[in-house]
């Protein structure tokens, strides 16, 4: 299924402002639902777009919304590759919050989330991730690569919060944040690494320790906190 060359604008609503995604038949690469070329822009709610499952989100055009641009949660296979995200606003993940969830049982699966190409520019967070918030559970991958995160901003103070740029959740070893370019952010610091835990949203403790992100090979100037 191919959702192509739309504008979606000027809607709102309590849960998704502009589009919510749900497409469950699963697969070894993206595709099972593609959203690609469209323009995202002014929609009130909580994000741009909304999606899970098997799917692939490129070469749109996300601006302006009031939520996150793309909000992306899957125990599937997701690329998110070369959009235009710029000027949202929301509590965090302003730019982009992912999730790559796991599933457990006779059925589990794990998610594989790739972000890559993108641009993301000058998006607000009130708590954290003006640019990326990205979790990745016990064991699934996420991928954040070869992206130009510029003017992001997380403006709450609360030394728990932060990540003008990236907000990180490793909860499974297996994830990477590499060759990216971020510059002109500004909060109480431009990368975060935290932990929550993805059953319940709460913060972990001691008892339950974050891995350590793979941060390698980035290019990261000119940002200030």
Not at 67 to 95: C, F
Not at 107 to 126: E, K, L, M, V
Not at 151 to 180: E, I, P, R
Not at 196 to 201: E, S
């Amino acid at each position: 299924i191919n959702i192509s060359n739309n504008t979606i604008s000027g809607n709102s609503s309590p849960t998704y402002g502009g589009l919510h995604l749900n497409f469950e038949i699963r697969g070894s690469e993206p595709g099972g639902l593609g959203f690609h070329g469209n323009t995202i822009t002014g929609n009130g709610g909580n994000q741009g777009i909304e999606a899970g499952g098997n799917l692939f989100i490129t070469g749109n055009t996300i601006t302006d919304n009031i939520g996150q641009g793309i909000r992306v949660y899957s125990d599937d296979v997701v690329l998110v590759d070369n959009n235009l995200i710029k000027g949202n606003a929301a509590g965090e993940g302003a730019g982009i919050w992912a999730e790559a969830r796991s599933t457990s049982g006779p059925d589990s699966a794990y998610g594989n989330i790739t972000i890559s190409n993108n641009r993301i520019i000058d998006n607000t967070a009130s708590s954290k991730a003006g640019g990326i918030f990205g979790q990745a559970n016990s064991g699934s991958t996420l991928s954040i690569q070869n992206n130009i995160l510029h003017g992001n901003s997380s403006t709450n103070s609360s030394d728990t919060k932060g990540g003008a740029a990236l907000w990180l959740f490793d909860l499974s070893g297996n994830l990477s944040v590499t060759q990216n370019t971020i510059t002109g952010s500004s909060g109480l610091s431009t990368i975060s690494v935290g932990c929550r835990r993805a059953y319940d949203g709460a913060d972990c403790n001691d008892s339950s320790p974050p891995a350590v992100p793979t941060i390698n090979n980035n290019n990261i100037f000119n940002n200030s906190t």
